[in-house]
Nanobody, 126 residues
């Protein structure tokens, strides 16, 4: 079992940056695909980025088209953390961001994620 806690959200102006961190507990952390999803009010939870258990350079990562080139996902298996670095933020990035863990390699489907954190709010002002 994995427990996840997100942090790093906040209020930022358009064009700004934020770094989200997901801290995990559980001995099997390194075997999970870790993903970031977001949910805006009145909308469904949507995929943002995922990183597979084993990565080599940029392989093992995938991104939603809306964030490609602006967001970067990374993991530190020794520290049990997953980070989402967000640049050039836009008002449409405003949402609650959730970290999830999946046994499916590279999954972008939220139904394939068994474990979730409580979420962290990101608000981008125009």
């Amino acid at each position: 079992q994995v427990q996840l806690v997100e942090s790093g959200g906040g209020l930022v102006q358009a064009g700004g940056s934020l770094r989200l961190t997901c801290a995990a507990s559980g001995r099997a952390f390194s075997t999970y695909t870790m993903g970031w999803f977001r949910q805006a009010p009145g909308k469904e939870r949507e995929f943002v980025a995922a990183i597979s258990p084993i990565t080599w350079r940029d392989s093992g990562t995938n991104y939603a088209d809306s964030v490609k080139g602006r967001f970067t996902i990374s993991r530190d298996n020794a520290k049990y953390t997953v980070n989402l670095q967000m640049y050039d933020l836009k008002p449409e990035d405003t949402a609650v961001y959730y970290c999830g863990a999946s046994t499916r390699i590279g999954s972008s489907r939220y139904i394939e994620y068994a474990y979730w954190g409580q979420g962290t709010q990101v608000t981008v002002s125009s």
